[in-house]
């Protein structure tokens, strides 16, 4: 259990920044919203139920109307964090990679979406310094890697560097998980600020494949339940899941490498935009959640059982 999938984590996370409006998609990526045709709705019968249904899938499938995709660059995210065997979310967890996947768009349509660059940097822990075997299976990340990586504050600098070299960031801006949950913790243990851009609203693409995946299969009613997020039969679709829906080829590289989940994401994000789905906003981020094992000051009242 060493990262939640959240691409490309209240404030807002999306920014205008000079020129460019930046969106962070999260492997966790989200409930797209896309332009209804107006064709289709007149051929509707006017029952409430063919009315709700039809809005609903006209903003989550495929269209042949040109959206216009509101954001210029999107930074897909996949941290890999520390964990124990059996260990719930609510862990302390501590960012151990932390990569970046920077995609831009490849026309003028907005329509093909590539990685332009890349960042990636281990991280050292300093609450638990010493990752548990468990760990080390489930990433292969080695304690060697992290002895010798930066610490979190450091690579959230590094980040930043990154991200002005590409007129991401103004020279002075602070820099910049899963952000909802592992970026918030490692800020409360590294007794550091959340960086702005890691502030606000995200793309949760888990959420965004899954209910496309809904409308495409389910009608009426039954669809509307199952977009519920608390359904009892809501698919739970993985990256490799997310990447056979949208029929793509299977998993490239490592699972639970940061990197190569990213890499995966991109993937996924890059084929959304392919099928004119909306990349917006699905998530939001709450900078000043607790876990009941925050002490004051940074310290950590965890007790291993």
């Not at 691409?7 to 930046?22: E, Q």
């Not at 216009?68 to 124990?84: G, S």
């Not at 822990?125 to 080390?136: K, Q």
Request: aromatic share 10%; net charge neutral.
């Amino acid at each position: 259990m060493s990262a939640h999938h959240f691409l490309f984590y209240p404030t807002r996370m999306f920014h205008s920044l000079g020129a460019w409006t930046v969106l962070v998609v999260l492997v966790f990526v989200y409930v797209c919203f896309k332009v209804a045709s107006s064709t289709r709705r007149q051929s509707v019968d006017k029952d409430p139920d063919a009315v709700e249904q039809t809005k609903q899938r006209e903003s989550h499938s495929d269209s042949t109307t040109n959206l216009k995709q509101p954001y210029d660059a999107f930074l897909v995210l996949d941290v890999e964090a520390t964990c124990k065997q059996g260990s719930s979310f609510d862990y302390p967890n501590e960012i151990i990679e932390f990569p970046v996947c920077l995609m831009k768009w490849n026309d003028e349509k907005r329509s093909e979406l590539v990685i332009v660059d890349e960042f990636r940097s281990f991280v050292k822990p300093s609450w638990r310094p010493t990752i548990t075997e468990f760990c080390e299976h489930l990433t292969g990340i080695t304690q060697s890697q992290v002895d010798n990586a930066p610490s979190f504050p450091q690579a959230l600098q590094s980040v930043s560097q990154f991200l002005t070299k590409h007129g991401l960031l103004e020279e002075h801006t602070d820099g910049p998980f899963d952000v909802r949950d592992f970026v918030v913790k490692a800020c409360f243990i590294n007794q550091i600020p959340i960086p702005a851009w890691l502030r606000g609203d995200v793309i949760d693409i888990n959420s965004m494949v899954t209910d496309w995946s809904i409308m495409q299969n389910n009608r009426g009613r039954k669809m509307r339940a199952k977009l519920a997020r608390n359904h009892p039969h809501r698919p739970r679709l993985n990256i490799r899941s997310q990447l056979r829906v949208l029929g793509l080829s299977p998993f490239e590289g490592r699972e639970h490498s940061g990197i190569d989940d990213a890499r995966n994401i991109a993937r996924i994000v890059a084929e959304c935009a392919r099928r004119n789905i909306c990349l917006r906003p699905n998530t939001t981020i709450n900078p000043n959640r607790r876990w009941y094992w925050m002490g004051k000051s940074g310290q950590v009242l965890f007790q291993d059982e």
